[in-house]
């Protein structure tokens, strides 16, 4: 019987256990440093765990060598997410953008699915018990523990990355993996709240729009996205920025926030003419009322140099076209992002050129598979990087059969 140790009870290191048990002859050990498996799991989609997107595709992943991807994603696509969790029992529902969620709305009825799994395959869990050291022996490895040494015949290290250190997130892997030869790429905190000048943020918190968001440096679009936006204390938050937040890490100095609130084919002008002839008499605070939460609405009239206790009937065409491009083109300064304890995921990690994209094994470590956010892979926001961790977890614990 060949013993395999996976390193990581997260979402790539639990689908990696329990594909390797499926075979009967191996005997599956599962180490994790917490209490419990999954913790960060639980966290994901606000708590409701958005599993998998139905239109992931390898366009929807970065990395210094992002199309290393496309095999563990074309052979487990998210219909083949689907069907693993229903044959589990979970029951899922399907929302806009192909975000994928357990029917219960809760993420706990995920983890319970894997938990029964787990138990039901014979997957042998060790929590509380962090891995140490990693060596070489015997033509298998030697994984050190504070229990002591587990020798295994292969070794699978799903340790997850540096994002969310307060659910977990560590930098345990990239430790291990340094003395077996494989480096790390620049590590950078991604699907973040994007910190702005913030003037306009404080005064919106917890408003929340649907935008399009583009980011810029000068005249150059760094990227755009599309989605909620949730304002903070000190910036901008929700699935609108986060998409943008892996861009805003890399992108320097001079970064600016441009938010549409409109859709691009409003005639916003001709919008807020019919209202300023139908309600002639309302204050100017109100230009907005009706079309944006608000709150928004009147900071937008604040932004766009309007007297909000002037009458709606006596601004000229000239501050409507200005009160236009306030909601059209409203602009926010970008200081940073916020760091590695509020991220839901690590941009950058080990890096893919040393491992076969076909198996997940190291070119020069036989039989040591390394799969998940540990490696330099990372999705957009909406599900994809849970799905690039069941499919590499998935392909890690074929175990390059």
């Known amino acids: 019987m060949n013993t395999i140790v996976v390193i990581g009870g997260g979402a790539s290191g639990l689908m990696a256990a329990l594909t390797a048990a499926e075979n009967p002859e191996n005997r599956v050990i599962l180490l994790e440093r917490q209490q419990r498996v999954g913790r960060k799991l639980l966290a994901t989609g606000n708590g409701r765990c958005n599993l998998t997107n139905t239109g992931a595709a390898p366009e929807n992943y970065h990395g210094e060598q992002a199309a290393f991807a496309e095999y563990a994603l074309s052979r487990f696509t998210p219909q083949d997410t689907l069907d693993f969790f229903h044959r589990l029992g979970l029951m899922t529902v399907e929302e806009y953008g192909g975000r994928v969620y357990p029917l219960s709305n809760s ?4 983890l319970d699915v894997l938990r029964f799994a787990l138990e039901k395959a014979g997957v042998e869990l ?9 060596w070489r022996r015997d033509g298998g490895y030697a994984v050190v523990t504070d229990e002591g040494e587990i020798a295994c015949d292969r070794l699978i290290v799903a340790c997850g990355g540096a994002a969310g250190a307060k659910l977990g997130g560590v930098s345990d892997g990239y430790e291990l993996l340094k003395p077996l030869g494989h480096k790390r790429t620049a590590l950078r905190p991604a699907l973040t709240q994007i910190l702005t000048a913030p003037d306009y943020p404080r005064a919106l918190k917890g408003v929340r729009a649907q935008v399009t968001l583009r980011l810029t440096a000068g005249d150059a679009v760094l990227g755009e996205s599309r989605g909620e936006l949730q304002f903070t204390e000190t910036g901008v938050s929700g699935p609108a920025a986060f998409d943008l937040s892996r861009a805003a890490s890399l992108g320097g100095e001079g970064l600016t926030l441009h938010a549409r609130f409109f859709p691009a084919d409003a005639d ?3 919008h ?56 059209t083109d409203f602009t926010l300064p970008v200081r940073g992002v916020e760091g590695f304890d509020n991220a839901q995921v690590t941009a950058g990690g080990i890096r893919t050129a040393g491992f076969n994209p076909e198996t ?13 956010e540990l490696l330099d892979i990372d999705g957009d926001c909406g599900g994809y990087n849970l799905q690039w961790a069941w499919a590499s977890g998935r392909l890690a614990g074929r175990l390059g059969t």
């Open 107 to 110: 993420a706990n009825s995920v």
């Open 126 to 134: 060790r929590t509380a018990c962090p891995a140490r050291q990693i």
């Open 268 to 270: 916003t002008f001709a």
């Open 272 to 327: 807020l003419a019919s209202r300023r002839e139908a309600f002639p008499d309302q204050p100017a605070a109100e230009l907005f009322t009706g079309m944006l939460h608000n709150r928004l609405g009147r900071m937008l009239v604040k932004y766009a140099a309007l007297d909000a206790n002037r009458p709606i009937g006596s601004l000229t065409d000239r501050e409507l076209r200005r009160a236009a491009k306030a909601c």
């Open 360 to 372: 997940l094994e190291s070119w020069f470590m036989p039989g040591l598979f390394v799969c998940g």
